[in-house]
């Protein structure tokens, strides 16, 4: 069974600039969560879908922030524009159902400078 | 609200015991155990319920007190690949999304 893939892995933007994410979770799995995580510190969940519906979304910052999953399947989630403190690993999980075993993705690590 | 987790940091001998603590300030209905390497995924490992049932992998298990709204993860004879963080997410109604502690780093050395 293929895992979460997540492309790229790595992206150094300077601040201001747009940067997006994609995710294509594992086939079947209904929910799809986009985490930022900042260096020694938990992931911090920003989006919740359920299939394509937006589950809870209540920590994303919506004035730079947006994510889409079209068809239910794939995932993409941008950052417009850039800051400073936007740099850290954005992970891409993927459940069976809500609240089960989530499986992570490798992630890709943001740098703003 | 975020959990949280004690120690911040444990190091071990090979053989050794550890044993991790999730306390949260809500009433919970489950928690989440997942074990992250330095510059990978993190890895779940166990989820336990409301009802404080007690889960094992291999030698690691984990345990649920509902009244004290506290989850212990009890690392036996530990291995050096059992080297990492390890975090614990927190879930209030079975619904809600996960929300996890700042973790415990773990290195068990030779």
């Known amino acids: 069974e293929a895992g979460v893939a997540q492309s790229p892995r790595y992206k150094i933007i300077e601040k201001r600039q747009s940067v997006a994410f994609w995710c294509n979770p594992i086939?079947?799995?209904?929910?799809l969560y986009w985490y930022q995580q900042i260096l020694g510190q938990g992931p911090k969940l920003l989006i919740q879908f359920q299939n394509n519906g937006v589950v809870d979304d209540s920590q994303l910052p919506k004035d730079r922030f947006s994510a889409e999953r079209l068809k239910g399947v794939d995932s993409t989630l941008k950052i417009q524009p850039a800051k400073l403190e936007d740099s850290a690993v954005y992970l891409c999980?993927?459940?069976?159902?809500?609240?089960?075993?989530?499986?992570f993705g490798p992630g890709t690590r943001l740098t703003v400078l | 609200q975020q959990p949280v987790q004690s120690p911040q940091a444990v190091i071990l001998r090979e053989g050794e015991d550890a044993v991790i603590n999730c306390s949260s300030s809500k009433a919970l209905y489950s928690v989440h155990w997942y074990r992250q390497k330095h510059g990978e995924a993190p890895v779940f490992l166990m989820i336990?319920?409301?009802?404080?049932e007690q889960k094992g992998h291999e030698k690691i298990s984990a345990s649920f007190n509902e009244k004290k709204q506290q989850s212990s993860l009890y690392l036996t004879a530990s291995q050096l690949s059992y080297s990492g963080t390890y975090f614990c997410g927190t879930d209030s109604s079975g619904n809600t999304p996960l929300v996890f502690g700042k973790g415990t780093r773990l290195s068990v050395i030779a």
């Open positions: 999980a993927s459940s069976l159902v809500l609240a089960n075993e989530q499986f």
């Open positions: 086939s079947g799995h209904a929910t």
């Open positions: 336990l319920l409301k009802g404080g």
